[in-house]
Nanobody, 122 residues
Framework: QVQVVESGGGLVQAGGSLRLSCVVS????????MAWYRRPPGKQRELVAA???????NYADSVKGRFTISRDNSKKTVYLQMNSLKPEDTAVYYC????????????????WGQGTQVTVSS
């Protein structure tokens, strides 16, 4: 059974930074694409960033130039560095593994973490 555990959320002022971490308990981590999603209050879940097994990345237009996704296969961990945070970045952030995250639409897998709350104050 694949377990996904996110951490690193919190309360930050606009313009600040946070780094989210996601640890995945599977020996197949290095061959699994990874992604971060978020669900803002009262809105639908959306794909924020994804990273393939060879390190290729894609981002939502709203976070390009501010967020960076990376992975450390030796630690089975994916990160989301979030800089220049805005109040509209406030959401619960979720990690997903093993889905398809590029192209005209995304297809997340069944493997989700519990989420970590990010709140950006103005």
């Amino acid at each position: 059974q694949v377990q996904v555990v996110e951490s690193g959320g919190g309360l930050v002022q606009a313009g600040g930074s946070l780094r989210l971490s996601c640890v995945v308990s599977t020996s197949l981590f290095r061959i699994m694409p990874m992604a971060w999603y978020r669900r803002p209050p009262g809105k639908q879940r959306e794909l924020v960033a994804a990273i393939s097994t060879d390190g290729a990345t894609n981002y939502a237009d709203s976070v390009k130039g501010r967020f960076t996704i990376s992975r450390d296969n030796s630690k089975k961990t994916v990160y989301l560095q979030m800089n220049s945070l805005k109040p509209e970045d406030t959401a619960v952030y979720y990690c997903n593994t093993g889905g398809r995250y590029s192209g005209t639409r995304d297809y997340p897998s069944e493997y989700w973490g519990q989420g970590t709350q990010v709140t950006v104050s103005s």
